[in-house]
């Protein structure tokens, strides 16, 4: 075998190898945004307009982003355990809020160095 076939070899393998690693991506990318939309469909049928807007409102705001997915999974979670019957009014909601911010809060670890 020649040094220009062997070149070539190594050359195909790596595109192949390359390929299959794109292809594994777009296969990921297709199961979060699966994963992505049965949660806005679940979150839609849980959720009055008004809820879902301060939500999404959450999730836009950076220091907010944590909390508003921990809220759609603790939600998510709720409702399918059955835990959740009828819609979540804003006000339910920012009752929610309120519950997970004081664990968040409780749970701070703050180290005072002298």
Known sequence: MSEDEELERIRQERMAEYQKQMEEAARQEEAKQRLEMQK??????????????????????PERTQLAEQLELYLINAYQAGRITNRITDEQLKDILRQLAKREKETKIVFKRK
Do not use: D, G
């Not at 806005?40 to 999404?56: G, K, V």
């Open 40 to 61: 806005q469909s679940i979150l839609r049928q849980i959720l009055t307009p008004e809820a879902r807007s301060r939500l999404n409102n959450l999730k836009i705001t």
